[in-house]
């Protein structure tokens, strides 16, 4: 089975900072990665796959990069609607998400 | 904006079965897969399976196999989990969500809350 690691596990930041999170996988996926945003009560919300397309709706502050078994999420300039849970997801062998970046007010 | 609509929230006893149900369009039914993802309380994601709803094909995660089962009314567009022999550690949200066979999860459904106790 392949392993997804996220890092950090919590992100303490303020609006309008620059922010990113990696994951890493336990083999290489190609780019079949996706990353999904999660706030609390609510079901995952699909914003990037294949490591960097965008989804359409998503705001361009979002941003993913990454190939192989070294992935990242970046978020340009965050915004209060920002803070949330965020996870990567391999689809290259069956699925598997990462553990989950929450990103907190600082 | 592909729509699932699943199952209200249910409390079952340990040893017992449920089934959540996740209803979909009939586009959706018929050109996706439907996958099944649980996230117990303050935790993670884990996937646990994916069905074909026009073909009925389906594949589970090894963790669950042998207490997942995956079945579909055509007549209503509803895709079923039944998750067996029941234990507190299956407390969780339960989500269905679709896909391409190869792909992330496009869209999901609203989550259904199963409880286990006592």
């Known amino acids: 089975d392949i392993q997804m690691t996220q890092s950090p596990s919590t992100l303490s930041a303020s609006v309008g900072d620059r922010v990113t999170i990696t994951c890493r996988a336990s083999q290489s996926i190609s780019t079949w990665l996706a990353w999904y945003q999660q706030k609390p009560g609510k079901a995952p919300k699909l914003l990037i796959s294949k490591a960097s397309s965008l989804e359409s709706g998503v705001p361009s502050r979002f941003s993913g990069s990454g190939s192989g078994t070294e992935f990242t999420l970046t978020i340009s300039s965050l915004q209060p609607d920002d803070f949330a849970t965020y996870y990567c997801q391999q689809y290259n062998s069956y699925w598997t998400f990462g553990q989950g970046t929450k990103v907190e007010i600082k | 904006q592909v729509q699932l609509v699943q199952s209200g929230a249910e409390v079952k006893k340990p040893g017992a079965s449920v089934k959540v149900s996740c209803k979909a369009s009939?586009?959706?039914?018929?050109?996706?897969?439907i996958h099944w993802v649980r996230q117990a309380p303050g935790q993670g994601l884990a996937w646990m399976g994916i069905f074909h709803p026009s073909g009925g094909s389906t594949y589970n995660a090894q963790k669950f196999e042998g207490r997942v089962t995956m079945t579909r009314d055509t007549s209503t567009t509803t895709v079923y989990l039944e998750l067996s022999s029941l234990r507190s550690e299956d407390t969780a949200v339960y989500y269905c969500?679709?896909?391409?066979?190869?792909?992330?999860?496009?869209?999901w459904g609203q989550g259904t809350l199963v409880s286990v106790s006592s």
């Open positions: 969500a679709v896909g391409a066979l190869l792909g992330p999860f496009d869209s």
């Open positions: 009939e586009y959706t039914f018929s050109n996706f897969y």
